[in-house]
């Protein structure tokens, strides 16, 4: 049984940073990649980082970059979402996700993933 559970959500202000972090048990740690994931009340979700598990490579989407970086630790396995300088539109849902595909697959386009955590949610005030 594969399971993907996250933590480090949160309510803060504009600027400030966070680090959310994806537990995974069971078979995940066999996957390709992870990925993060999030959700705006109202909106699609929409892609934010992939990590490949293999070569470490990474992938975020435009909004992010310079802002966002996804790590690995291969002893948890976990997988880290540091946020810097938070903006408001970064108010969101946010899910961990693990899939067999390669994390420059998911960054083009992700469809479903093989594994989703439930989520947790950050606020970022104005």
């Known amino acids: 049984q594969v399971q993907l559970v996250e933590s480090g959500g949160g309510l803060v202000q504009a600027g400030d940073s966070l680090r959310l972090s994806c537990a995974a048990s069971?078979?995940?740690?066999?996957?390709?990649?992870m990925a993060w994931f999030r959700q705006a009340p109202g909106k699609e979700r929409e892609f934010v980082a992939a990590?490949?598990?293999?070569?470490?490579?990474?992938y975020y989407r435009d909004s992010v970059k310079g802002r966002f970086t996804i790590s690995r630790d291969n002893a948890g396995p976990t997988v880290y979402l540091q946020m810097n300088s938070l903006k408001p539109e970064d108010t969101a849902d946010y899910y961990c996700?693990?899939?067999?595909?390669?994390?420059?697959?998911?960054?083009?386009?992700?469809?479903?993933?093989?594994?989703w955590g439930k989520g947790t949610l950050v606020t970022v005030s104005s």
């Open positions: 996700a693990a899939d067999r595909r390669t994390a420059q697959t998911i960054s083009r386009g992700a469809g479903d993933m093989d594994y």
């Open positions: 069971g078979r995940a740690f066999i996957r390709n990649t």
């Open positions: 990590i490949a598990w293999g070569s470490g490579s990474t």
